[in-house]
């Protein structure tokens, strides 16, 4: 996750983080909890641009087809909202995704 966040954060130089987290997999075979963290940045890429950079840095970072089938995911990045437009309905219902947006609303009311 920090080479991820570190490869992040040079496409998004404002980019701001969520505590990572560990939760349950859903909808995997694999047993072991995931680390997940949210990042809110903002950008002129498209929704295509920003998945194709997404997925290149998962395959960067050891994801493969076969890993996926196989419950083994080392890296997962998602896009959920751009601009007014959720992407992800089914995840944004996620606990630790609407804590994760909380918390960094909350971060940035009190940076004002």
């Known amino acids: ?13 404002a980019i701001r983080w969520s505590t990572a987290t560990y939760t349950r997999p859903i909808h995997c075979i694999q047993n072991t909890p995931f680390l997940n963290r949210i990042g809110l940045a903002s950008t002129p890429l498209s929704p295509d641009e920003l998945r194709n950079r997404f997925k290149q840095l ?17 890296m997962d990045i998602d896009l959920l909202l751009w601009n007014d437009c959720t992407l992800k309905p089914e995840d944004m219902q996620q606990d630790y995704i ?11 009311r009190k940076h004002k």
């Open 58 to 74: 998962e395959k960067d970072l050891g994801r493969t087809p076969d890993s996926k089938q196989a419950g083994i995911i080392p």
């Open 1 to 13: 996750m920090k080479e991820a966040c570190r490869q992040l954060e040079q496409l998004f130089p």
């Open 98 to 108: 609407q804590k994760g947006i909380e918390e960094i609303k909350e971060s940035l």
